[in-house]
């Protein structure tokens, strides 16, 4: 109830609701503007290719259908007049009379353009794009910086419910073990649209979405992100996945000499079984009297204790992002220091001179893998990966290099990249 009542009085001071730009009206923009509204928060303007899909939108809503237009001024106009309106053109995002950018494609080219220029127009910026994240994090952190605004990773998805528990258990003194979360998709690392498209449509879902978790690529993404923004390692490349329960928690997750599977503390890793889909951390005390009250609260058989998080509501609390920004003046989530890439695996053969696709197509899979190793072995990471051109013949389930590709150098995420790495962010 706090911010739904923190964001009615600055409404009020300022004389009319916060306004949204939020750019990709899919699954999850749609879940997001259908909550966000009901905090006080005004989707104004909606941004997709698609003009169905905005409709669809403001349909969900209760609004009436909006003007879709190409032209900033007269979008601008019906922004201040409070009348739904749309725009098919991701260009016109910065031109926009709007207090926070909300990008929700999910595809890390289009994220990258978006929230680099919506920065540097001085606008906030709340993404559900973790793959464009995990990618150019760090130099979209420091562009919201130089431009005094604020950038975050959105509430909901595993990464930031994660590292809600992590900062919890900091705060406590608390060791961090392990923190991580549950994969309830079969890992099928070679499935693709076609696949899974029967299930895609009895889901409701887009099937490029859908073979993002059955690859892989999104597990792989979500705790690579939640590891650059702890400062947690990676268990190992690809991570561990063991099978697991809610109860057996806290002994999967001690170390090797304890009877379990971690080789070190202060790592990330993902499991299968009923953790799903909620999010964990693993913890050990060094206080004998805190260990016999964590036993006592059947938080484990001790000195590992679990703290679960039975949930995350996706698109339905990422709104909360958008409240901190404006109540709080804080960022919910955002790159630190880089601990983790997100290198690629092909899904197939490929023949010199063929294109790659995007994240969830038929191409490669993503692989989370700790910088270093990343580095000495010149390994792509998957965001860049979209529109690349094999330079040669590459077998199935091979990890792509810098020497394999011709990557696209004109697209955003790219240039970024460059730059970030030459800063040594």
């Keep these: 109830m706090r911010y739904r009542e923190e964001l009615a009085k ?4 300022q004389g009319r609701p916060f306004r949204i730009a939020m750019v990709g009206a899919g699954q999850m923009g749609r879940g997001f503007a259908n909550q966000s509204h009901r905090m006080g928060l005004e989707v104004a303007v909606v941004i997709d290719i698609s003009a169905d899909r905005i409709n669809q ?7 009436e259908l909006p003007l879709i237009s190409s032209d900033a001024a007269e979008l601008n106009a019906l922004i201040s007049q409070g009348k739904p309106c749309g725009a098919q053109d991701i260009d016109l995002v910065p031109l926009l009379d709007v207090d926070v950018v909300v990008e929700a494609t999910g595809v890390a080219e289009i994220g990258a353009k978006v929230i680099y220029n919506a920065l540097r127009a001085k606008k906030h910026v709340a993404t559900l794009n973790v793959e464009c994240d995990v990618t ?31 900062d919890f258990a900091l705060d406590l003194s608390f060791e961090i073990i392990c923190a991580g979360k549950g994969k309830n998709n079969p890992f099928e690392p070679h499935s693709n649209p076609d696949t899974v498209a029967e299930r895609a449509a009895k889901k409701n879902m887009n099937p490029k979405m859908l073979a993002s978790f059955t690859d892989g690529s999104k597990t792989m993404i979500e705790m690579a992100a939640l590891a650059n923004a ?3 390692k990676l268990s190992q490349r690809a991570m ?14 001690a170390l090797k000499e304890d009877g379990g599977v971690l080789s070190e503390a202060g790592v990330v890793d993902y499991c299968t079984g009923d953790v799903a889909p909620g999010v964990f951390v693993v913890v050990r005390t060094d206080s004998p009297y805190v260990s016999e009250e964590m036993s006592y609260l059947s938080m484990g058989k001790g000195p590992y204790f679990a703290i679960y998080r039975p949930y995350h ?10 409240a901190k920004m404006l109540v709080d003046k804080r960022s919910s989530f955002v790159s630190g220091t880089r601990m983790s890439e997100v290198i690629a695996s092909t899904k197939r053969a490929h023949k010199a001179g063929e294109r790659f696709d995007a994240i969830g197509g038929f191409s490669a899979r993503g692989v989370a893998d700790r910088v ?13 990966l979209q529109g690349a051109v094999a330079k040669r013949d590459l077998p199935i389930d091979h990890l792509v290099t810098y020497e394999d590709v011709d990557l696209d150098e004109t697209q955003t995420i790219y240039q970024l990249r460059v730059i970030q790495d030459k800063a040594g962010l």
């Design 230 to 232: 702890t400062g947690l």
């Design 136 to 166: 150019v994090g760090p130099i979209l952190r420091d562009t919201a910086i130089e431009n005094d605004v604020i950038y975050a990773v959105c509430h909901g998805d595993e990464p930031i419910e994660a590292k809600e528990l992590v």
């Design 372 to 384: 270093e190793d990343a580095k000495r072995e010149n390994l792509v990471p998957i965001g860049l």
């Design 57 to 63: 939108t403001y349909q969900d809503i209760g609004r």
């Design 10 to 13: 600055l409404a009020k001071v």
């Design 240 to 253: 561990i996945g063991p099978k697991t329960s809610v109860k057996e928690l806290s002994e999967t997750y």
């Design 313 to 322: 509501l996706a698109s339905v609390e990422a709104p909360l992002t958008v």
